[in-house]
């Protein structure tokens, strides 16, 4: 696999706020090296069944993740498996769920917190946190320069073909604080400044980059509904390849045929939707 590919979540950002303070994202827009569009999440719009559906491409009804009470190892095809089929190499920077969807669950912390694993079928080299103690007081999350700093590690040292990266620190913040005032404000705008230098160095090894949410929040702080606040976030996408017209909507489920498409791994038939990049 010779095709290089990096997916950037950022948990819990609404439409409007990456539109307005994003200002690095959206300066690459208006100079043409990225594009935007709307992206609305499946239903429910909830942290652990948007990262299910992200990487199966399927809706939360098939694969039985109806919230993050509910976290289990996926019994249906993913994205880090079908690049595995090709002798991709995967990594992952994010929280402990996203080893047990696509790993092995229940989580060992010991174990599974930091793994280097060339076998295996899913992610080969996984760096997780667990956000244990999170709560309104004390959000327990790692910096975010820490999380961009640790998947360029693996990009450079490990090769990969298709790493992801899931920070919770705005999702967080938003449940904390809500969306009209200063410190959600500051915390958009510092995420996207230590974010900008990685999006150069990345594009600069060949990567192409997709920066993302998995679902929005409302004005209270709140997701899981059909609300647009709830559902739809941005989608920045760095790359050459050709996407559809600006004012488009993507489907959530979209992401995973695209991202196997963009890497060259088989979409698997389980994955119904279209790729949104040629």
Partial sequence: MDNKLLLIIIDGVPWRNWRRLFGNLEGWVDSGDA???KIRSVLPSTSASCYASIHTGVAPAVHGCTGNDNVFRLGQPDVFGQIRKVGGITGAVAHSYWSEFFNRAPFDPVRDI?????????INH???????????????TPSDADLFATLTRLCETRQLNYGMLHSCTLDSMGHRFFHECQE?????FKLDEMLAPYITRWRQAGYEVIVTADHGQDARGHHGGRDPLQQEAALYYFGAAEGPDPDAEIDQLQLAPTILTRLGAPVADTMKARAFLR
Avoid: K
Wanted: proline share 3%; hydrophobic share 30%; with cysteine.
């Fill in 35 to 37: 594009r935007v569009w």
């Fill in 184 to 188: 959600m404000d500051h915390a958009c």
């Fill in 126 to 140: 996984g760096r997780f946190h667990t956000m244990s103690g999170y709560g309104l007081i004390n959000q327990m």
């Fill in 114 to 122: 930091e793994y280097d694993e060339p076998e295996s079928d899913t």
